[in-house]
């Protein structure tokens, strides 16, 4: 791959002094190449577990136990009223010294390394509007349709997988839609963590090589072109969930 | 009427040239002209970079690149008045013309000997090392796979990568990479070893240590206006920079505010005065 590249971004380089060095030096290329799978991995996980956390926080906060409810909104006021980055760097400095690490003569090795500290952080924090907008959504079914299926003998949990989850879902997608491109875009603050994500490694690469102008344009074209395939999909499945007549 | 605008844009900048041109002339002497004639001499020093320039306790501008300003002021007679500068403002404080001097713990380099003067000899010279647990490590090649805390941005991050096969976990700054070392997140701390020496200084880090060899070492610049570098200012701090050497003077100050004592220094001391003993 980079051998393919190498001779047009060299000539660029010399011609015009743009200087897209990961394109023509091995060391810079592994490293671009490495951002892009942590990158990926990353968002990917983040996406995941974010959706976990809305609907089971979803169907919590309709628990008929008010402890469970007082907790939840709880949950929700201290990950929606402070900044990620500040919830970053407050998991990964405080609570990372408060698990379990081993030993390795003069370092210790976390149970949780940073990556997995920045997708706890990032999928509880995206986690919380997940919470709410299912909410918006569960809240959106007719009183009715749930009487119905209480009546067909359905249990709570059941209703809400069966019948609540799948209509809410069609009516919360165009702003689950807008969270998850904010979680996308949310997780380049991981590099406040030495997540080696995209951004971690642009900035080092800008650094050693002086062409922030240049990583500055692959960066943004790298989140553009994500979160365009994010919001294709998320349009595509839109779509496909469309009930005739229903929302 | 093209023509006559682009013949009379040519002319004023031929004409700017010139005056240009005979400003410099006059420029090379006219800042050591006033210092002398205003009695003062106003130096750029560092207030946050404990011990070369800080502040003691009592507000007071002190430590050893401020001692080295006031050998300067006392050699040409006059009384000192201290600025304090950053890393990121002080070349453009000398440009400016709101410093005389600058000695601001700044690593010697060729960009930047385009924009200030920078004369010979140098005074001082750091390197990388690596800040890390009493005992944790030996010698570099033991950071390999291993992983160390780095500042991002910081050019030694890819160096120490590169050559010892180092795990970097680089971090926005250097409070949280130093708290990361202390949690044991990483190994050690690479950095400036004069920056890590002032931290050792400082008495916070009391079982470390700083273990290696100091690698890469760049010599440090003091910087007088660019157009006085060949005038009396570049010469006569030229003069001042051998007599400290020769005279060890700077091994005095760097024992004096506790800086471990330097190769760079011992060796020019041992040049300089067998220099004068032929």
Redesign the interface.
């Known amino acids: 791959m980079l051998d393919l590249l190498t001779p047009f971004f060299r000539r660029l380089y010399d011609e015009t002094g743009w200087n897209f060095v990961i394109f023509y030096e091995q060391?810079e290329w592994d490293r671009f190449v490495a951002a892009i799978w942590v990158s990926l991995e990353l968002i990917v996980a983040s996406l995941f577990f974010s959706l976990v956390v809305g609907i089971v926080g979803a169907w919590l906060q309709g628990s008929p136990i008010r402890a469970v409810r007082l907790f939840m909104s709880g949950y929700i006021q201290f990950f929606r009223n402070t900044p990620p980055y500040v919830q970053l760097?407050f998991f990964f400095?405080v609570l990372?010294?408060f698990t379990p690490?081993v030993d390795?003569?003069?370092?210790?090795e976390?149970m949780i390394t940073?990556f997995g500290w920045a997708v706890i952080s990032l999928s509880f924090f995206a986690g919380a509007f997940n919470v709410e907008i299912f909410r918006a959504g569960i809240e959106a079914v007719p009183e009715s349709t749930r009487e119905a299926a209480e009546s067909l003998g359905y249990s709570r949990l059941m209703a809400y997988v069966y019948v609540i989850l799948p209509l809410a879902f069609r009516v919360c997608l165009p702003s689950l839609n807008n969270n998850l491109v904010n979680l996308l875009k949310t997780t380049t603050q991981a590099?406040?963590?030495?997540v080696p994500e995209m951004l971690?490694t642009l900035?080092?690469v800008w650094?050693?090589n002086v062409n922030v102008p240049e990583m500055m344009i692959i960066l943004f074209v790298y989140y553009v072109g994500l979160v365009a395939v994010l919001v294709w999909g998320m349009h595509r499945w839109e779509r496909k969930m469309k009930i005739p007549g229903y929302g | 009427m093209l023509k006559r605008t682009l013949l009379g844009a040519l002319a004023t900048t031929v004409a700017l040239g010139f005056t240009f041109a005979a400003a410099q002339a006059d420029a090379a002497n006219e800042r050591f002209k006033q210092v002398l004639e205003r009695g003062k001499l106003v130096v750029g020093v560092k207030a946050d970079y404990k011990p070369w320039g800080f502040r003691d306790p009592s507000g007071k501008l002190v430590g050893m690149e401020i001692d080295m300003a006031q050998d300067v002021a006392d050699a040409l007679g006059v009384e000192l008045e201290l600025v304090p500068v950053q890393s990121s403002n002080r070349m453009q404080f000398l440009e400016q013309g709101k410093i005389d001097l600058m000695i601001a713990t700044m690593s010697d380099k060729a960009n930047r000997r385009k924009i200030v003067g920078v004369p010979q000899p140098n005074y001082y010279t750091s390197g990388t090392n690596l800040l890390?647990?009493a005992g944790?490590?030996k010698a570099w090649a033991e950071l390999k796979g291993?992983?160390v805390c780095g500042k991002?941005?910081?050019?030694y991050?890819?160096v120490v990568a590169?050559r010892y096969g180092a795990k970097i976990?680089?971090?926005?700054g250097n409070a949280?990479a130093k708290?990361?070392l202390r949690?044991?997140?990483?190994?050690?701390w690479v950095y400036d070893d004069s920056s890590i020496m002032a931290d050792l200084a400082s008495g916070d880090w009391a079982d470390y240590e700083m273990p290696l060899n100091t690698e890469d070492d760049t010599p440090w610049a003091l910087a007088v206006p660019v157009a006085e570098l060949g005038g009396v200012w570049g010469n006569f701090m030229s003069g001042m920079t051998y007599n400290w050497h020769a005279s060890g003077r700077l091994i005095e100050l760097e024992k004096k505010w506790g800086i471990q004592p330097t190769q760079y220094l011992a060796d020019m001391h041992e040049r300089m005065k067998a220099y004068e003993a032929q």
């Open positions: 060391y760097l400095f990372g010294n690490k390795m003569g003069g370092y210790y976390p940073s590099y406040a963590i030495a971690y900035n080092q650094s050693d | 890390a647990k944790a490590v291993k992983p991002q941005g910081a050019f991050n890819k590169k976990v680089a971090f926005v949280e708290q990361a949690d044991g997140k990483c190994i050690g």
